[in-house]
């Protein structure tokens, strides 16, 4: 689908991981193409940075995108000011 917006790594793997869960939970259609394939490839593909990386790269638009981008940069503000 779209290129990756931000790099994911060992610092925000599980922020994405959280996002991506939660968005499964709330939205049966999510993403909008293919959600019972993605459901199932991510529960492969999420072991990895890597790995979660081309598991975005295949299905999430570039509106899903910016949505996780902000999940991260939310979480990384929420830490620095604990």
Not at 8 to 23: F, G, L
Not at 41 to 50: A, I, L
């Amino acid at each position: 689908m779209t290129r990756a917006s931000f790099t994911i790594d060992a610092s925000n793997v599980d922020t994405v991981k959280n996002h991506i869960r939660q968005q499964f939970g709330r939205l049966s259609w999510w993403p909008t193409e293919g959600p019972a394939a993605a459901k199932e490839e991510f529960e492969h593909q999420q072991h990895s940075p890597e790995a979660l990386v081309e598991w975005c790269e295949k299905w999430l638009d570039s509106g899903q995108w910016r949505k996780l981008k902000k999940a991260v940069k939310r979480a990384a503000e929420n830490t620095q000011l604990a």
